[in-house]
T-cell receptor, first 113, second 113 residues
Framework: QKEVEQNSGPLSVPEGAIASLNCTYSDRGSQSFFWYRQYSGKSPELIMSIYSNGDKEDGRFTAQLNKASQYVSLLIRDSQPSDSATYLCACEYSGGGADGLTFGKGTHLIIQP | DAGVTQSPTHLIKTRGQQVTLRCSPKSGHDTVSWYQQALGQGPQFIFQYYEEEERQRGNFPDRFSGHQFPNYSSELNVNALLLGDSALYLC????????????FGPGTRLTVL
């Protein structure tokens, strides 16, 4: 059974600091990995995708993937109060079509002004 | 460029009733996936439609059924509603040929009394 584990938090980080969010997954066949941000009462918003081992940077966000350790992380640099949200980690097995995403329960991030 | 749209926004039903939720995918997308998100949980995959066929299904009973139309829009039907079906129902659209980056609609909040 595919499982994605995240620390539910809350994770409290001072404004301007780096927020580090972590995720582990159980299915070694997983090929695609995603981070979604979800504000309270809203739907998830895709912020990063990563498919290969290593780092991928997009603005203030960096996703890191280590398939050997079955570990995915998201770093948010220069954290802003607007980054306060629940961050969902998701994995997909097939890498293209014909598969749903398996989500973790999410980490609640609070950026303290 | 229209994003993913869903209707209705909110719905209240009683146990035993049937409900139909609707989704229009993002312009250019051909694949629709449906998810159920209970309070405090990550989204759970219900099923995915491509070329008007159900391609994969998550661990949901056959009370949950769907359809995709030639214009790629989709419906989710739930029969014999239970109290436990109360949740946010999310539609996500993607390209079949892509690494399944899925973009979510605003969701339909279903309350079963």
């Amino acid at each position: 059974q595919k499982e994605v584990e995240q620390n539910s938090g809350p994770l409290s980080v001072p404004e301007g600091a780096i927020a580090s969010l972590n995720c582990t997954y159980s299915d070694r066949g997983s090929q695609s990995f995603f981070w979604y941000r979800q504000y309270s009462g809203k739907s998830p918003e895709l912020i990063m995708s990563i498919y290969s081992n290593g780092d991928k940077e997009d603005g203030r966000f960096t996703a890191q993937l280590n398939k050997a350790s079955q570990y995915v992380s998201l770093l948010i640099r220069d954290s802003q109060p607007s980054d306060s949200a629940t961050y969902l980690c998701a994995c997909e097995y097939s890498g293209g079509g014909a598969d749903g995403l398996t989500f973790g329960k999410g980490t609640h991030l609070i950026i303290q002004p | 460029d229209a994003g993913v749209t869903q209707s209705p926004t909110h719905l209240i039903k009683t146990r035993g009733q049937q409900v139909t939720l609707r989704c229009s995918p993002k312009s250019g997308h051909d694949t629709v996936s449906w998810y159920q998100q209970a309070l405090g949980q990550g989204p759970q995959f219900i099923f995915q439609y491509y070329e008007e066929e159900e391609r994969q299904r998550g661990n949901f009973p056959d009370r949950f059924s769907g359809h995709q139309f030639p214009n790629y829009s989709s419906e989710l039907n739930v029969n014999a509603l239970l109290l436990g079906d109360s949740a946010l129902y999310l539609c996500a659209s993607s390209l079949w040929a892509d690494y399944n980056e899925q973009f979510f609609g605003p969701g339909t909040r279903l309350t079963v009394l």
